[in-house]
């Protein structure tokens, strides 16, 4: 499957801003997809996740009152909805699926597949 992170962008402190990650190739809706970023100088972090079959949905701490990921299985994309964006969110925004999700959903070696990134800078 190959994956195309859209949606990025300059933004005002305040904000909300809604990213698109769309596949093409194998059935979508087999796979489990997530959310990660990466700011400067740091490491990737995971976001978000829905899995595959259940439906499940999993957000780290930082941003689940914030962002909702959610799946149009119809359009085979997985969106990213972002609100009150503050500096801090500033990152490339990257999706990823993978063809089975274990316990280790937050970590990178869990998925298979990763999109180009997207990057939102987010102005104060």
């Known amino acids: 499957v190959q994956l195309q992170a859209s949606g990025g962008g300059l933004v005002q402190a305040g904000a909300s801003r809604r990213l698109s990650c769309l596949a093409s190739g194998r059935a979508f809706n087999s796979y489990s997809v997530a959310w990660f970023r990466q700011g400067p100088e740091k490491e990737r972090e995971f976001l978000a996740a829905v899995r595959y079959g259940t439906s499940r949905l999993y957000y780290s701490d930082s941003v689940k009152d914030r962002f909702i990921i959610f799946r149009d299985n119809a359009k085979s994309t997985v969106y990213l909805q972002m609100d009150s964006l503050q500096p801090e969110d500033t990152a490339v925004y990257y999706c990823?699926?993978?063809?089975?999700?274990?316990?280790?959903?937050?970590?990178?070696?869990?998925?298979?597949?990763w999109g180009q990134g997207t990057l939102v800078t987010v102005s104060s």
């Open positions: 990823a699926a993978a063809s089975f999700l274990h316990d280790d959903y937050h970590t990178v070696p869990e998925y298979d597949y």
